[in-house]
């Protein structure tokens, strides 16, 4: 049924330029990007607990404070995006690698 609605609903979008259907049509749309950031951001939490452990522990053994080393970087959002750490198979890597160049 819903995959059902979900052709109707793009038909209808490609067929007229209503403002409702344009808006119904993005609403599910938004729905497939909100899970990603929800998850993130329920990932940065315990990367944050991490970060201050590492912290402590890094102040108790050598009186050096490492601030953050994982939360604060840009590592931590990389990594939870990462397509590589999702489970690809060997072919869909491949074609990853080659939609992005070589640093």
Do not use: C
Not at 10 to 31: E, G, M
């Amino acid at each position: 049924m819903a995959i059902s609605f979900a052709l109707v609903l793009a038909y209808a979008r490609r067929q007229t330029r209503s403002q409702l259907i344009q808006a119904a049509s993005t609403l599910p749309a938004i729905s497939y990007a909100v899970p990603g950031t929800v998850l993130a951001i329920g990932l940065l939490i315990p990367l944050a607990g991490l970060d201050n452990g590492i912290d402590g522990l890094m102040r108790w053994l050598f009186e050096l404070s490492t601030g953050l080393l994982l939360s604060g970087t840009a590592f931590a959002i990389v990594r939870l995006h990462d397509p590589f750490s999702r489970g690809l198979t060997q072919r869909d890597r491949g074609r990853f690698k080659q939609d992005f160049p070589k640093h």
